[in-house]
């Protein structure tokens, strides 16, 4: 769902409006969770509710980006032949002679977060996240490394 505050407020009022004139107890509506929408629905009085599919991968996200990639920092060091750049909905991460930071570079390979977390945690390896139609290999030659970087195992 795109929009501004404002914009989204006055969406939640046209629906919520427009219920109450059909008779309708309740406005339900889908939308990824934390984000913008999410706290306007809980600012109006609305109930957040979130729901996990049984098959929908792994239930955890990566909430401060910056801690995540220092409490990784033993990982990453175990790893001085990667130079790779990760781009995620989050930001970046370029990783290089076992040393990684936070950056806008222009990344190698770009995923959603919560696909990069899956990874990290083990529930899927390098190779499967590479075969998910929301990754984007932007430099092919990055390809082995992320696969060595993220073996699967479990999680």
Do not use: K, N
């Amino acid at each position: 769902m795109c929009g501004s505050g404002p914009d989204l407020l006055g969406l939640l009022g046209a629906l919520g409006r427009e219920a109450a004139g059909r008779g309708c107890g309740e406005v339900v509506i889908r939308a990824a969770p934390g984000g913008e929408l999410e706290g306007l629905a809980r600012r109006v009085g609305g109930r957040v509710t979130w729901a996990y599919a049984r098959t929908g991968g792994g239930m955890a996200r990566i909430v401060h980006w910056e801690r995540c990639i220092e409490a990784l920092a033993p990982l990453w060091a175990a790893t001085p032949e990667v130079d790779l750049t990760l781009g995620t909905d989050l930001g970046g991460v370029r990783l290089t002679r076992g040393h990684a930071e936070v950056t806008d570079a222009i990344a190698d390979i770009r995923l959603p977060q919560a696909l990069l977390l899956q990874g990290l945690l083990g529930h899927l390896g390098g190779a499967d996240l590479l075969a998910d139609p929301r990754v984007e290999l932007l430099r092919p030659a990055a390809a082995d490394a992320f696969v060595g970087l993220l073996p699967r195992r479990a999680p």
